[in-house]
């Protein structure tokens, strides 16, 4: 009922920015955070950045300063701005949704994921 869809992904040469959005749609009643997650070849899938409501937000140290997550106009939408790209930032990008149900009971929410690629 709930889905979780990832845009932006794509091929971008070390130095440049790409700008991911995720949407969430669907009966929930709040979400509590969002968050990035990526994943390369032959790595564990490892946390990028999050940010709660409210404005909090977290990143990994290897993006920090570089990386910037946010909520967009839709209250269901979020992004993350990519800036200053380096290869090892190549993986899958998957966006996480936490929050809660009419009743009140923690759900999450994965999306599928987009391609990243950085690359001369």
């Known amino acids: 009922q709930v889905r979780v869809v990832e845009s932006g992904g794509g091929l971008v040469q070390p130095g440049g920015s790409l700008r991911l959005s995720c949407a969430a749609s669907?009966?929930?009643?709040?979400?509590?955070?969002m968050g990035w997650y990526r994943q390369a070849p032959d790595k564990e899938r490892e946390l990028v950045a999050a940010i709660i409501n409210g404005g909090p937000t977290n990143y990994a140290d290897s993006v920090k300063g570089r990386f910037t997550i946010s909520r967009d106009n839709d209250k269901n939408t979020n992004s993350l701005q990519m800036n200053n790209l380096k290869p090892e930032d190549t993986a899958t990008y998957y966006c996480k949704i936490g929050g809660l149900t009419a009743l009140r009971s923690t759900a999450v929410y994965w999306g599928q994921g987009t391609q990243v690629t950085v690359s001369s």
């Open positions: 669907g009966n929930i009643f709040s979400i509590n955070f």
